[in-house]
Nanobody, 129 residues
Framework: QVQLVESGGGLVQAGGSLRLSCAAS????????MGWFRQAPGKEREFVAA????????YYTGSGKGRFTISRDNAKNMVSLQMNSLKPEDTAVYYC??????????????????????WGQGTQVTVSS
């Protein structure tokens, strides 16, 4: 059983930056693919970014490419999402997720929510205009 706890959310002005962190405990989190998803009010939860369990492959939603960077430190059981040039439309609750049924080379797998077995409680990101 893997427990995930997100941190680093908050209120930021458009154009600003935030760094989200996800601390994993329990299980062998280093063997899990890790992803970030977000859910804005009134919208479905959507994929943001993911990193393969071997930390070689990263995947991003189109709106995040060039602005967001996902990374992981398996020694510390941490995954981070650096978000730059934030826009009001990035406002959402951001969730960290872990899954061990996700093929490292499959971008489709990394974007598929049902393949993630563990989820954090989420952290609120609000970007003001």
């Amino acid at each position: 059983q893997v427990q995930l706890v997100e941190s680093g959310g908050g209120l930021v002005q458009a154009g600003g930056s935030l760094r989200l962190s996800c601390a994993a405990s329990g299980g062998t989190s280093s063997s899990y693919a890790m992803g970030w998803f977000r859910q804005a009010p009134g919208k479905e939860r959507e994929f943001v970014a993911a990193i393969s369990w071997i930390a070689t492959y990263t995947y991003y939603t189109g709106s995040g490419k060039g602005r967001f960077t996902i990374s992981r430190d398996n020694a510390k059981n941490m995954v981070s999402l650096q978000m730059n040039s934030l826009k009001p439309e990035d406002t959402a609750v951001y969730y960290c997720a872990a899954g061990n049924r996700i093929r490292a080379l499959s971008g489709s797998d990394h974007q598929t929510q049902r393949l993630y077995d563990y989820w954090g409680q989420g952290t609120q990101v609000t970007v003001s205009s």
